[in-house]
């Protein structure tokens, strides 16, 4: 293998948990990838009076990201599934460095600045694109169905963490030495952890020199029994006929649609909206991620508990609906709290409530497409991602026009919505190989 050897004191560490190693490293690349992601918003005001733009402006550069980054995630599935996760998320890494740093050299006062903005972040969204499809692939590859609830948890506190780190972190650069080098800063913090996924990540335990047979065993014998026998790339027709992947995108279409609100309108509405000053408002931005951390873990945690325990109907879509459906009663307390503190901390607690969901969504899509595992995970991010772009520019359209109250509570009906899909979702069955659609009907039954 031409690679560089491990050290000597990392191959004694790994010891059977190899694939929890790679599983923390993808949580760290998954909280870089969304500091490169929400910078934007928490320089939101600073590129606004730099570039003289107004709100619906600033909308279009969160939803040009967005747009980027929904329309390649199927392209960034089937690239993982072809090329693998280690070179994907590799390559992936170097992109969005680039085009991070980049957005702050975009130069201002020119006829075409905010449409180079524009392209800019629309560029970054499609590097971004890779990298959930990618880890879900190594998650289908290296973690037993029965701890998969917990390994998307993980990657999914990630988001949390780095979402949550960013609020002080772009505020204090900001504030010494300007937005711009916020950017660039995330980009170098990006780079250097792509090194290290490179030289750590194999895309499957038979090829990594660190596993042991006893952990190579484990993995495969905890490989769904469904699926173990899909070893081609399930058909687009299949795929597209499969009810199951029907449900989990429309479900996470508006799951996105509410946890976007949290990464690209949050900050500006805890300062402009509420009153809080720029320190508070970064304190008080960061609870909802933490609140995600938080969720993601014991959401993960508690659904394979209650899937080895009773079953995955029950631990993935009963937990999913929960959080849900929690989140919605959050969301809708929240607007009727009169402190900015307060409300800020039942917000953060719907945050939380809706990240319980997180890794259900991921897990099933790994057990029910085998192979297929970043092709089908993103095309329900697809959907997830259009969600987020059509929140990036509504809420602020709706909150012009009828208030912030509306916005939020439009978010808690999208979050009920986002439930009743699951009803419709059976995680005990795989994508079916061995009927043609035409004898399936429209959906698979």
């Not at 609100?261 to 500006?268: A, D, L």
């Not at 319980?356 to 993103?378: E, H, N």
Request: charged share 10%; proline share 4%.
């Amino acid at each position: 293998m031409n690679t560089p050897p491990f050290p000597h004191w990392l191959t004694k560490s790994v010891n059977g948990r190899l694939r929890w190693m790679l599983i923390g490293w993808t949580f760290m690349v998954s909280a870089v990838a969304y500091l490169d992601r929400v910078n934007v918003s928490i320089a939101g005001q600073a590129i606004q009076k730099h570039h003289g733009l107004n709100d619906m402006q600033l909308g279009w550069v969160f939803s040009a990201f967005l747009i980027g980054y929904a329309l390649f995630q199927v392209p960034g599935g089937w690239l993982a599934d072809r090329f693998g996760p280690r070179l994907v998320i590799s390559a992936g890494v170097v992109w969005w460095g680039l085009f991070t740093s980049l957005t702050a050299l975009v130069p201002t006062g020119l006829t075409a600045s905010l449409a180079l903005l524009i392209s800019t972040r629309f560029i970054l969204g499609i590097g971004e694109a890779v990298l959930f499809p990618s880890s879900n692939k190594l998650v289908s590859a290296w973690i037993p169905s029965s701890e998969r609830g917990l390994a998307n948890g993980l990657i999914f506190a990630g988001v949390g963490a780095g979402a949550g780190v960013t609020p002080p972190l772009i505020i204090y650069i900001l504030s010494r030495w300007g937005w711009q080098w916020s950017f660039f800063v995330s980009a170098g913090i990006g780079l250097a952890v792509g090194v290290v996924w490179l030289f750590l990540v194999r895309d499957t335990p038979r090829t990594h020199p660190l596993a042991s047979a006893t952990e190579v065993e484990k993995i495969e014998a905890g490989m769904p029994l469904a699926t173990q026998g899909h070893e081609r790339p399930l058909p687009w027709s299949a795929i597209l006929s499969s009810r199951n992947v029907w449900a989990v995108t429309v479900s996470y279409f508006s799951y996105c649609y509410v946890t976007y609100i949290f990464f690209t309108w949050f900050f500006i509405y805890l300062s402009r909206v509420r009153g809080l000053d720029l320190k508070s408002s970064a304190l008080y931005s960061m609870l909802p991620f933490i609140a995600m951390v938080c969720g993601a873990l014991l959401g993960g945690w508690v659904a394979d508990r209650i899937t080895r325990d009773y079953s995955k109907r029950l631990g993935r879509c009963g937990v999913a609906i929960f959080g849900l459906v929690l989140a919605a009663m959050f969301l809708s307390v929240a607007t009727q709290v009169e402190s900015a503190r307060v409300a800020s901390i039942v917000l953060a607690g719907g945050a939380g409530a809706i990240y319980l969901a997180q890794s259900a969504f991921w897990s099933v899509t790994a057990d029910i497409a085998g192979k297929s595992a970043g092709t089908v995970s993103g095309l329900m991010n697809m959907g997830g991602q259009v969600g987020g772009a059509v929140t990036a520019s509504l809420t602020p359209w709706i909150a012009e026009r009828f208030g912030w109250t509306a916005s939020f509570l439009v978010a808690a009906g999208f979050c009920l919505a986002a439930s009743l899909a699951w009803l419709l979702v059976n995680p005990e069955k795989p994508i079916s190989l061995h009927r043609p659609a035409h004898e399936r009907g429209w959906i698979e039954r």
